[in-house]
């Protein structure tokens, strides 16, 4: 019996920042295979994916020692749906949900080049000199001003991620023994996918388009990210398994972003036979749909 959603999606996208020092700005990283790859920590992709599905529109925090997540009998992942992601609840009794979709890190496809970008706020500490009638070049005017340089890592580079979600675990919390409406558990499900779909990120300011380029998936009996092993880009190159193709004909699809993303795109379209974006997607909703008989 089927009983989740597993997708592996190659992402062109940045990473998100770690820790700063003084006024320089560092991309998170992990090391394996005797290198380092820039990653999007699967916090950061996940809190990004439940923003932009409307998870979140009615989330509500307590605090009580430190910021969480407000659960109630009335408030649970049954009606609530910012809780879908999973909670703990330390206010008076300890009441703890696993979350019902799961997501790895997206980690890059190549080793680390590290790109520093340089920037200064000098128009706006201009702006402030002028306002009050004196000049930047005078010496302690700068700071005066407020005139601050700052750098920062850069990278956007194709990524490779997982997502999963258990069918049979959405719009439940045992906690408080509540379960949605079957209509309510598909949305939430396709409200995910959608997001996946078209994601955009926003990173220091600027708009990152981290749409598919290539995905692969569908509905499994295995609660697990099934082509986690399998989805391998190399020099922009998509490595054409014959595990790749296994797993695939194993009641999976597969759909690619056509426009030379991929050096290999002809090998890709002619080994794999990939939908479309549009008809991969379309093509699961409905599933989803059906699985909780719609």
């Known amino acids: 019996m089927k ?46 994916i439940c923003v932009q599905a409307g998870l979140y529109d ?27 992601g999973g909670y703990m609840s330390t206010k008076e009794l300890t009441y703890i949900r696993n979350s019902s979709f799961y997501l790895t890190d997206a980690i890059a496809c190549d080793a ?4 520093t970008r340089f920037h200064n706020n000098l128009y706006l500490a201009s702006n402030q000199a002028k306002a009050n009638g004196f000049s930047l070049q005078v010496k302690g005017n700068a700071e005066k001003a407020g005139l601050m340089p700052y750098q920062y890592e850069y990278d956007k580079s194709m990524k490779v991620y997982s997502l999963t ?5 959405v719009g439940k919390d045992e906690n408080f023994q509540a379960e949605a409406e079957p209509e309510e558990k598909a949305d939430r ?5 959608e997001a996946v779909r078209s994601l955009s990120l926003v990173v220091k300011g600027n708009l990152d388009n981290a749409e598919p380029l290539f995905i692969a998936g569908g509905l499994s009996e295995r609660k697990t990210h099934y082509f986690e092993n399998v989805v391998r880009v190399k020099r922009g190159a998509l490595a054409i398994t ?18 030379d993303n991929f050096s290999n795109e002809d090998e890709i379209v002619k080994e794999l036979d990939p939908l479309s974006m549009k008809q991969f997607f379309e093509q699961l909703e409905e599933r989803v749909k ?3 008989g719609l």
């Open 3 to 48: 009983r989740a959603v597993t997708l592996t999606v190659v992402a062109n996208m940045t990473s998100n920042y770690s820790e700063g020092l003084g006024n320089i700005s560092s991309v998170q990283k992990i090391f394996k295979e005797q290198h380092v790859y820039a990653v999007r920590s699967r916090e950061s992709l996940k809190n990004a």
């Open 58 to 84: 009615d989330l509500e925090t307590s605090v009580d020692g430190a910021a969480q997540k407000l659960v109630s009998a009335e408030k649970n992942a049954a009606t609530c749906r910012a809780l879908e």
């Open 112 to 115: 680390f080049v590290n790109e």
């Open 165 to 169: 979600i258990d069918l049979e675990m």
């Open 189 to 193: 499900v396709l409200r995910i996918l």
């Open 242 to 259: 014959q595990d790749l193709k296994d797993k695939l004909s194993e009641d999976f699809s597969c759909a690619l972003l056509r426009g």
């Open 290 to 292: 059906s699985w909780y």
